[in-house]
Nanobody, 125 residues
Framework: VQLQASGGGLVQTGGSLRISCAASGRAFSDYTVGWFRQIQGKEREFVAAISWTGKSTHYGDSVKGRFTISRDNAENTVYLQMNFLKREDTAVYFC???????????????????WGQGTQVTVSS
């Protein structure tokens, strides 16, 4: 499966942004999908994940209550709605997919094999 992240941009502190991850090559409904982010020079950080059915989600502590992950398997797309953005949310956001069927908090450990190219999100004050 090939992944294409999009929707990043510049937003003010407290604002909202929705980024998307579009899949091609195979039915997206077969995959657990996650979002990670990375600031240059730092390790990649888990943001959120969603099970292949969409019924189970899990979030990193730093975004819990502000971000929402969702998916539309008919459209082969996963979304990350980001609200109440903070400057520390500034990063390159990557979507990733795993063929392993994980649920709940274990999804951050899923063996993510496929990665998109990343989309830059910049939050300014």
């Amino acid at each position: 499966v090939q992944l294409q992240a999009s929707g990043g941009g510049l937003v003010q502190t407290g604002g909202s942004l929705r980024i998307s991850c579009a899949a091609s090559g195979r039915a997206f409904s077969d995959y657990t999908v996650g979002w990670f982010r990375q600031i240059q020079g730092k390790e990649r950080e888990f943001v959120a994940a969603i099970s292949w059915t969409g019924k189970s989600t899990h979030y990193g502590d730093s975004v819990k209550g502000r971000f929402t992950i969702s998916r539309d398997n008919a459209e082969n797309t996963v979304y990350l709605q980001m609200n109440f953005l903070k400057r520390e949310d500034t990063a390159v956001y990557f979507c990733t997919a795993s063929e392993a069927k994980y649920y709940g908090s274990m999804m951050y450990k899923a063996p993510y094999k496929y990665w998109g190219q990343g989309t830059q999100v910049t939050v300014s004050s």
